[in-house]
Each structure stands twice: as C-alpha cells, then as structure tokens.
C-alpha cells in the first residue's frame, strides 16, 4: 500500500502564495498518478490539479488555472502544489491522491475524479484570509 503525507498548509493573507508538499511511501512512485483535491467545510471534495506519472502532463481546474502549479519530483517520492495569488475561496483541507498504473504506456495519463484514485493522504488545512 501507499501511504501519503501532505505538509506546507497554513494562513496566509489574500494574494499571498503557499507550497504543499506530498511525500509518498515506496520506490514505485515513477508509477504513480497524483492528484490534489481540497474539501472546503460542508462541500464535496473537488479536484485541484493532477500529474501524471512522467510530470511531463497537468490539468488544472478551472478555479486554479494561472495561480496554481503542480509538480513531482521522482527521485524524492514527493509531488508539489505552488499556489499563487490565494483567495479566499482557496480555503480548505488540501489532499493529495495517488493512481497505481501498471502499463508502460501510461506515462501521459491524467485522472480528474476522485474515485479513480486509489491512496489519499491525511489533508493539510490551508486558510486565506482577506
């Protein structure tokens, strides 16, 4: 199995700019497709960014698009998300997310829902202030 450990939440004001990080267990991490997902408080769960295995493919959601950059690191087992220009409808619990692939042609592949992962970290509570 794989467990995941997000860090680097935290308040910040308005346009002020924050770094999580995911450390994932294991030596397969090249394997993995990673998502970030964020649950504000009496919402569903929604999608951030994802990454594919390479980190050579993102997508964003549309809310983040242009403010937030998602990145992994293979040789650190760890991917990130750079958040820009925080508003405070940024506020929520951060999660990461990873996708066990087994094909060596899935290095491109993107997953955007939440049910397509298999492993998710604990979250990192990020708040915005204005």
């Known amino acids: 199995q794989v467990q995941l450990v997000e860090s680097g939440g935290g308040l910040v004001q308005a346009g002020g700019s924050l770094r999580l990080s995911c450390a994932a267990s294991?030596?397969?991490?090249?394997?993995?497709?990673m998502g970030w997902f964020r649950q504000a408080p009496g919402k569903e769960r929604e999608f951030v960014a994802a990454i594919s295995r390479s980190g050579g493919n993102t997508v964003y959601a549309d809310a983040v698009k242009g403010r937030f950059t998602i990145s992994r690191d293979n040789a650190k087992n760890t991917v990130y998300v750079q958040m820009n220009n925080l508003k405070p409808e940024d506020t929520a619990v951060y999660y990461c997310?990873?996708?066990?692939?087994?094909?060596?042609?899935?290095?491109?592949?993107?997953?955007?829902?939440?049910?397509?992962?298999?492993?998710w970290g604990q979250g990192t509570q990020v708040t915005v202030s204005s």
């Open positions: 997310a990873a996708k066990i692939l087994g094909t060596v042609n899935s290095v491109g592949y993107l997953y955007t829902g939440q049910y397509e992962y298999d492993y």
């Open positions: 294991g030596r397969t991490f090249s394997s993995y497709a």
